[in-house]
């Protein structure tokens, strides 16, 4: 069976393997004080053209989302996002967990706007209300569109006028950048957000994702709330190690590229056979609708997603491509959905 549910179903790239099994039996300190991490920090402020940043490895996604926002908010502060956003659909409340309130506004294709952002504050006037004090973004987001740089300048501007820290979820971030028609790069981050990531663990690493602090005010005593919030990995050398294999070169953006060219084809083919979307992906998620009797028939084959029921007849699915996609299951794929339009 062939799978198109995710984008962190395999291990990880190889490069990152052998060089694990090169380093097995080597001794380092531990808790990402080793000199893997150095090293992977120096080229994370090298590839962002910005030295004055803190670098922290984390073991994943949500331990991030909740680890920032904790240590960023006080108590009776809240973070805004889209209604898609993952710390509002998909981490268990880890975020209210941590005694904060999410915000959310509508969005559009996943995305949030100024306007959305400034309503929301407008509307928590005083102290018998939380208050915003963050913006929380994905780029990729949730839906799989993007943030241009204009768009993003638009939010940190707004966030600034507002006194709001933003917060940019870079889980999907080398799929953002690689999408075809995007404008944004590293090198912009650190311009625009006060704080952000660089997603490992759906984009070749094992697990792990590589936290960038640009915001002075954010910096301190961040460790400690790594630690508490369950964040810090004892063998951190494995998360440097496999952000310095991913960092060297051009690996990182040319196996989030992959991910993307492997979902623009299998979208190409769709829209050949005149198959309908939820709406328009320029990366590696694609939300393609199809007849229930037809999506019946392709789960012979292959392991596919729901997204949503567009109608008693019809569903809209999500189709995930990954850095190791096979050329082969997406001709595959689209050779399946030919013969069945």
Same mark, same amino acid.
């Given at each position: 069976? =062939?799978?198109?549910?995710?984008?962190?179903?395999?291990?990880?790239?190889?490069?990152?393997?052998?060089?694990?099994?090169?380093?097995?039996? /080597?001794?380092?300190?531990?808790?990402?004080?080793?000199? $893997? &991490?150095?090293?992977? !920090?120096?080229?994370?402020?090298?590839?962002?053209?910005?030295?004055?940043?803190?670098?922290? $490895?984390?073991?994943? @996604? #949500?331990? &991030?989302? *909740?680890?920032?926002?904790?240590?960023?908010?006080?108590?009776?502060?809240?973070?805004?996002?889209?209604?898609? %956003?993952?710390?509002?659909?998909?981490?268990?409340? !880890?975020?209210?967990?941590? @005694?904060?309130?999410?915000?959310?506004?509508?969005?559009?294709?996943? *995305?949030?706007?100024?306007?959305? =952002?400034?309503?929301?504050?407008?509307?928590?006037?005083?102290?018998?209300?939380?208050?915003? !004090?963050?913006?929380?973004?994905?780029?990729?987001?949730?839906?799989?569109?993007?943030?241009?740089?204009?768009?993003?300048?638009?939010?940190?501007?707004?966030?600034?006028?507002?006194?709001?820290?933003?917060?940019?979820?870079?889980?999907? /971030?080398?799929?953002?950048?690689?999408?075809? %028609?995007?404008?944004?790069?590293?090198?912009?981050?650190?311009?625009?957000?006060?704080?952000?990531?660089?997603?490992?663990?759906?984009? @070749?690493?094992?697990?792990?994702?590589?936290?960038?602090?640009?915001?002075?005010?954010?910096?301190?005593?961040?460790? $400690?709330?790594?630690?508490?919030?369950?964040?810090?990995?004892?063998?951190?050398? /494995?998360?440097?190690?496999?952000?310095? #294999? /991913?960092?060297? %070169?051009?690996?990182?953006?040319?196996?989030a590229a992959h991910a993307n060219k492997m979902a623009q084809q299998i979208a190409d083919v769709l829209n050949e056979c005149q198959i309908p979307f939820l709406?328009?992906?320029?990366?590696?998620? =694609? $939300?393609?609708?199809?007849?229930?009797?037809?999506?019946?028939?392709?789960?012979?084959?292959?392991?596919?997603?729901?997204?949503?029921?567009? +109608?008693?007849?019809? #569903?809209?699915?999500?189709?995930?491509?990954?850095? +190791? #996609?096979?050329?082969?299951?997406?001709?595959?794929? &689209?050779?399946?959905?030919?013969?069945?339009?």
């Amino acid at each position: 069976m =062939i799978s198109f549910v995710n984008d962190y179903s395999e291990g990880a790239c190889e490069e990152i393997m052998q060089r694990m099994q090169e380093t097995n039996h /080597l001794q380092t300190c531990g808790y990402g004080l080793d000199e $893997f &991490c150095k090293s992977a !920090a120096d080229k994370i402020k090298k590839k962002i053209d910005y030295e004055d940043c803190d670098v922290h $490895f984390l073991v994943g @996604g #949500t331990q &991030c989302n *909740k680890t920032v926002i904790a240590a960023s908010l006080r108590p009776f502060e809240a973070v805004i996002c889209a209604e898609t %956003g993952h710390i509002n659909v998909h981490e268990t409340g !880890a975020v209210e967990n941590s @005694g904060h309130k999410v915000l959310y506004a509508p969005g559009q294709n996943g *995305k949030i706007s100024c306007e959305e =952002i400034e309503a929301i504050v407008a509307k928590h006037t005083d102290e018998h209300m939380v208050k915003p !004090a963050m913006v929380y973004l994905s780029d990729a987001t949730e839906l799989g569109t993007y943030y241009t740089y204009a768009e993003l300048k638009a939010i940190s501007d707004c966030c600034h006028a507002h006194g709001l820290y933003l917060f940019l979820d870079g889980a999907r /971030l080398g799929n953002a950048l690689a999408a075809k %028609g995007n404008d944004l790069t590293m090198a912009h981050l650190p311009q625009l957000c006060d704080v952000f990531y660089i997603g490992g663990t759906k984009n @070749g690493a094992l697990f792990g994702e590589a936290l960038v602090i640009v915001n002075d005010r954010l910096k301190p005593d961040f460790r $400690f709330y790594i630690k508490q919030n369950g964040g810090m990995l004892a063998k951190g050398r /494995l998360l440097g190690l496999q952000f310095d #294999t /991913l960092l060297e %070169g051009d690996l990182y953006m040319r196996l989030a590229a992959h991910a993307n060219k492997m979902a623009q084809q299998i979208a190409d083919v769709l829209n050949e056979c005149q198959i309908p979307f939820l709406f328009s992906s320029e990366t590696n998620q =694609i $939300f393609p609708i199809f007849e229930n009797a037809v999506l019946a028939q392709l789960r012979e084959q292959f392991e596919l997603g729901d997204w949503e029921a567009v +109608d008693e007849q019809r #569903t809209a699915i999500r189709i995930v491509t990954s850095w +190791d #996609t096979k050329q082969d299951a997406v001709d595959q794929f &689209c050779q399946t959905v030919r013969s069945l339009a």
